[in-house]
């Protein structure tokens, strides 16, 4: 694959994977991107998971025919990216590395070298020539580790983006972008919304036509609309308006009320978006959480706790900076309920959270009072 005439794409995509960061489902796969600038230099931009060493060092090959790499740049330590490091420094003996001082760091604990007689230790602001390219490194740092930096490429006017932009997926497969970059960035990158606003402040000082993530496609045209995406999710805005209703239910009893809501929703013209806990792939409901202004957990009384799957998510929200949502709940419980109490109080670290007055409280089976509930709730969800 080729971005121009001298930077190439020199990537791979795994269709192995079963859970990407040990973790997430990826059915389409995963794609590690790898890049090269050819100049009177030589620089490849990020190695690939330790699985594909071979193939990509081939891929490099390729590009290169007789010439060889001059530096390895090293933008993110994790080992989706720096598992074939390795491989390259023995492969390409003549390469320098390039990275962060931090990198350098990681690179020894992983893997027992920092390379100190070839590395080239760079941080904000630092520039590598390469002939007519040049590479300007800015540091990102918990864009997605702290050591993390990317690089800029004037004359192309292209900017290597490490993992932000990324997302699910590998690139042999055809998906619409927003589903699978949103789902990667709340549960990868989710947490740093004011270190990835500090990157977009940096990135708007230059003049960028091309990005280039290390997942997922290259972004070459429209990319307002990923930057404004981008924007809208670090700065936990509401992507879209409506209600999601995350839930658990054990005999249907929660999950009546839920649909209850859902229709008289739906009915008054609102997007609603519904997850099954138990069901479901959380990484989608802590998605649907994030993307929706509104949010309604519904859950049962268990072991004095609330339904493990509930408990789960709201850890999951709140670990993640979940904030700035108006946050309604549904409880059950047959002989003793404080499931809103418990969601509540899970949530209380969670800034500018607004919960509805309105809420249900269920006590086994849905009954007459809860039905008024539901529409009262419904009500002032509409609002
Ligand atoms: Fe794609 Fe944070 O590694």
Redesign the pocket.
Known sequence: MKLSDNVKYVGVNDHNIDLF?GQYIVPNGMA?NSYVIIDEKIAVLDSVDGHFSEEWIANIRAELKDRTPDYLIVQ?M????SGSISKFMEEFPGAQIVSSQKAFIMMKNFYGDDYSDRQIAVKEGSQLELGSHKLTFIEAPMV??PE?IMSYEESEKILFS??AF?KFGALDVDEEWACEARRYYVG??GKYGSQVQKVLQKAKNLDIQTICP??GPILTENLSYYVGLYDTWSSYSTETDGVTIAYTSVYGNTKKAVEMLAELLTEKGIKVAVNDLARCDMAEAVEDAFRYGKVVLATTTYNGNIFPFMREFISTLAEHNFQNKIVGFIENGSWFSTATKIMKDGLSKCAKLTFTEANVRILSAVNETNVEEIKMLAEELSK
């Open positions: 960061e590690y993110h994790e080992p989706d990216h997605h580790w993390v490490a993992d990324g990868i990158v290390l997942h």
